[in-house]
C-alpha cells in the first residue's frame, strides 16, 4: 500500500521476468505455419469487426473510392493457453512477436492499393486473453474499386461493396465471421458531396474451382449531394439560356447585338458543358447531366437560328415582311420560355422519381 496525502492506493508490481519467461514458453515450440486446428475438430472460426474513420476520394474517372479503418479479428489458439503471472488480464505483443503468431490470411479481393499505417510505428497490436483468445487489430487504409452507375448523375444513389476474403485456407479449414458488433462508423466522419444512406453487413462465401473458401462483406449506400451542382451547373446554365432570348426583345435591325449574343451564348453554353463532365467517364449510356447540358445547348442553339430566319424578313423591302419578322420575335418570347418550362417539369420528374434497375 502506498498513502498520498491520507488516502491509501493499491501498487501493482509488473513480473517482467515473469513474462518475459512466459513469452518463451509459449513459442519454445510454436509453429506459426500451421492453423490452431481447434480441439473438438472443425475450422478455426475468426470474428471479424470493422471501424470506419473515413471515407473518401470518390473518383468517377477510376471507378474507386479511398477508405481508411480499423480491422478487428478475434480467434483462439488452444497453444497459447496460459497462466497468467500476477494480476495481468492479457499479453500483449510487440510488433516482432506478432510475427511469431499464426494470422489469418484475410485479404480484399477488389482492392486496388492498400497500406498498413506505420507512423511512428506499425499500427497493429495483438492482445493474448489467458483461454487462448487472440483479438488481433490494425489500421488500413485501402483504394477499392466500384461500378458507379452514373444514368441518374448528379442525383444518383451510388451501391458499392467491400469483400474480404480468405486467400488460401478453404472454409474446412478458415472460416470469416462477422462479430456482434460488425461495423462501426466514426462519428466525425463526412464523405465528400455524398450523404451515406444504409451499411449492411453479410456472408459472401465463394467457390473456385469446387473449392469453398470463406467471405465476409459490407455494403454501403450514398446519395449524392445536389449542393454543389445545383450552384456551378444547373443555376448557370439555366441563365445562359434566359440571356439568349434577350435577343428576342432587341429591334430587328439591330444585327451586330443580336449576333454577339447568340455567338456568345453558344460558346459559353459549349464551354459550361465540357466543363460539367469533365472529371466523368465516357461511359456509354446517357447522363442525366448529358440530356440538361444537351437540351439547354439546343435552346441556345435555336434562338441563334431564329435569329438567322428573321434576319433574312428583315432583309425584304416590303412593310408586310418587316411586320412578319417582328410577329416571330414575338411567338418567341412565348413560345421558347414555355417550352424550357415544360422541359424542366418532365426532366425534374423524371430523373428524381426514377430508379434505373441495376445490371
Not at 509488473?14 to 472443425?42: A, C, M, W
Not at 510475427?99 to 499505417?117: C, G, N, Q, T
Not at 460539367?276 to 447531366?289: E, F, M, T
Amino acid at each position: 500500500m502506498l498513502t498520498v496525502n491520507g488516502k491509501e492506493y493499491k501498487l501493482f508490481l509488473v513480473d517482467f521476468t515473469g513474462i518475459k519467461k512466459l513469452i518463451q514458453e509459449l513459442f519454445s515450440h510454436y509453429d506459426n505455419r500451421l492453423t490452431p486446428n481447434p480441439p473438438e475438430g472443425g475450422s478455426t472460426n475468426v470474428s471479424v469487426q470493422i471501424l470506419v474513420t473515413s471515407i473518401d476520394t470518390i473518383s468517377e474517372t477510376n471507378m474507386d473510392f479511398s477508405i481508411s479503418m480499423f480491422l478487428r479479428q478475434s480467434w483462439s489458439d488452444s497453444r497459447l493457453v496460459y497462466t497468467p503471472v500476477n494480476t495481468m488480464r492479457s499479453l500483449e505483443l510487440d510488433t516482432a512477436s506478432i510475427e511469431k503468431v499464426w494470422i489469418p490470411d484475410l485479404y480484399i479481393p477488389s482492392e486496388k492499393r492498400a497500406m498498413v499505417h506505420h507512423v511512428t510505428v506499425p499500427n497493429k497490436l495483438m492482445h493474448v486473453f489467458p483461454n487462448g483468445k487472440i483479438q488481433y487489430s490494425l489500421r488500413i487504409s485501402a483504394t477499392v474499386k466500384c461500378n458507379f452507375d452514373l444514368r441518374k448523375f448528379p442525383m444518383d444513389l451510388q451501391h458499392c461493396f467491400v469483400e474480404m476474403e480468405s486467400y488460401g485456407y478453404t472454409t474446412d479449414t478458415l472460416r470469416f465471421e462477422w462479430d456482434e458488433k460488425s461495423i462501426n462508423i466514426d462519428k466525425s466522419m463526412k464523405i465528400p458531396q455524398f450523404y451515406l444512406q444504409e451499411l449492411t453487413t453479410r456472408q459472401c462465401d465463394k467457390t473456385y474451382f469446387e473449392v469453398g473458401f470463406s467471405c465476409v462483406r459490407f455494403d454501403f449506400w450514398m446519395q449524392r449531394s445536389m449542393g454543389y451542382y445545383i450552384t456551378q451547373v444547373f443555376i448557370p446554365s439555366i441563365l445562359i439560356v434566359f440571356l439568349s432570348w434577350v435577343s428576342f426583345w432587341l429591334d430587328i435591325d439591330a444585327v451586330p447585338a443580336r449576333i454577339s449574343l447568340g455567338l456568345l451564348t453558344v460558346l459559353t453554353m459549349t464551354t459550361q458543358s465540357s466543363g460539367a463532365r469533365n472529371n466523368l467517364p465516357k461511359v456509354s449510356y446517357l447522363k442525366a447531366i448529358d440530356v440538361w447540358m444537351a437540351v439547354c445547348l439546343g435552346f441556345v442553339f435555336l434562338a441563334l437560328v431564329q435569329f438567322a430566319y428573321v434576319n433574312l424578313d428583315v432583309r425584304r423591302i416590303m412593310k408586310e415582311d418587316r411586320e412578319k419578322a417582328r410577329n416571330v420575335d414575338r411567338v418567341s418570347r412565348i413560345l421558347f420560355p414555355t417550352a424550357f418550362l415544360i422541359f424542366n417539369i418532365v426532366y425534374w420528374f423524371t430523373y428524381i422519381f426514377w430508379e434505373p434497375k441495376s445490371e
